[in-house]
Each structure stands twice: as C-alpha cells, then as structure tokens.
C-alpha cells in the first residue's frame, strides 16, 4: 500500500501540541528507541502508526535527519503570527507585565505541557497597528489558551530563545555590579539578596538552555 508522507520542512509547518505530545512520551521511562522513532514520525508527519511501520527503515532515517535538523535551529523572536485568521503579537514592553502576567508566565513557562499557557502570555491579539508598532489585547488569564496549542513551533521556540538570551545578560548585569561593590559596605541582608537573585537567575537559564538542547532527538 502506498502511504504519502509529508516531511515538514520549517518548524511553521510543526505546531505546540504536536510537539507537546512527542515531549511528554519522550520523558517517560524506559521508553524504547524504535517507538520513539515510530512515535516521531506519526506525530510530526501526521501519520497513522501502523503506517509508519511499513516505511523503508533508511527512509525513516532520513525523515528522523530532517527532523532533527529543523529542531537544532535556534530562531530570532518573531513579534507577530497569524493563527486561525487572527494576528497576535508579542507583549510590546515587558516591564509593564501586570502581576498576573507575571505569575502566570512564571508558573507555565517551565515545562512543556503548559507551554501554550506562557504563550498566551506574552502572545496576545493585536488590536491596532501601525508599521511595525502595534498595541495587544488585555490579559485575560489562561483560560482560553488551548488556542495557543495549534500555534507554531518556530514562534514558541524564538520567544524561549530571547528569554535565555534575556536571562544571561541580566546574570551578568548582576554579576558585574556584584565585582564593582566594595564587600565592607555591603550588609549582609544586601548580599543575601544579590546572591539569591544570581543563583535564580542561573536556574532560570539552566532550565530554558536544558529544554532548547533536549528538543533534538
């Protein structure tokens, strides 16, 4: 039987929940590499598993190349994409983040699983535009975000870039005042702080680097 495969060529072309679903199989235990190959395939290519399993093994391979390929790419934020016909956009000024925002971002932005719930965040629709200037819908919270899952991988994964990037040069921000202080004027309340400050910092840029690396298979 002939079976068509449609190998993506972009990370557009790969939406959230599709790699959502790969991600949570690939985290569990004792799970074997010739599923996870048949698992990758079906997934990305939009395949019936049992179709897979007919496929050329040397073609499995190079689909699994590709694939891969497509994943190793780290992309630039991009500030607007359009989905289901609606135009959303990156929030404009980060520092005017709302508490809400912030917690909510905080608490998803760390696992895969609720990574539409951190897009729906810092994406919002756009509701007026001029150029490449543009103001975005109110926060209304997360309960709406699946709409995020079908959005495009390329667009999640620029925005995660930017915040390692982001995090690393607020690490050295930090560090750099903490060379330039003289100790002795320090109290020891103000080093505690800068302390913790730096090492969640370090955390936070742990986590994201370790989710960008673990996204090639």
């Not at 799970?31 to 040397?58: G, W």
């Amino acid at each position: 039987m002939k079976v068509d495969i449609l190998v993506p060529t972009d990370l557009s072309e790969i939406t959230l929940e599709q790699y959502q679903r790969f991600e949570k199989i690939n985290t569990e235990e004792n799970q074997d590499t010739n599923f996870l190959m048949h698992k990758m395939v079906e997934i990305f290519c939009n395949l019936n598993l049992r179709d897979v399993a007919k496929i050329r093994y040397n073609y499995v391979k190079s689909i699994l190349n590709d694939l891969n390929g497509l994943f190793a790419t780290k992309e630039e934020l991009i500030p607007t994409f359009t989905l289901q016909g609606v135009e959303y956009g990156f929030i404009p000024v980060l520092d005017d983040m709302s508490l809400g925002e912030y917690i909510d971002l905080d608490e998803n932005f760390s696992s895969w699983q609720t990574m539409h719930k951190a897009m729906a965040v810092l994406y919002r629709p756009v509701t007026l535009k001029q150029k490449d200037k543009y103001q975005i819908e109110e926060y209304k919270g997360v309960d709406a975000a699946d709409v995020m899952k079908k959005m495009p991988l390329d667009v999640v994964m620029s925005s995660m870039v930017f915040f390692y990037h982001l995090n690393k040069e607020l690490l050295q921000t930090t560090l750099n005042y903490l060379s330039k202080e003289i100790p002795n004027k320090m109290t020891m309340e103000q080093r505690q702080t800068l302390a913790e400050n730096g090492v969640g910092i370090k955390a936070s840029m742990a986590s994201l680097k370790g989710m960008l690396q673990n996204m090639t298979i």
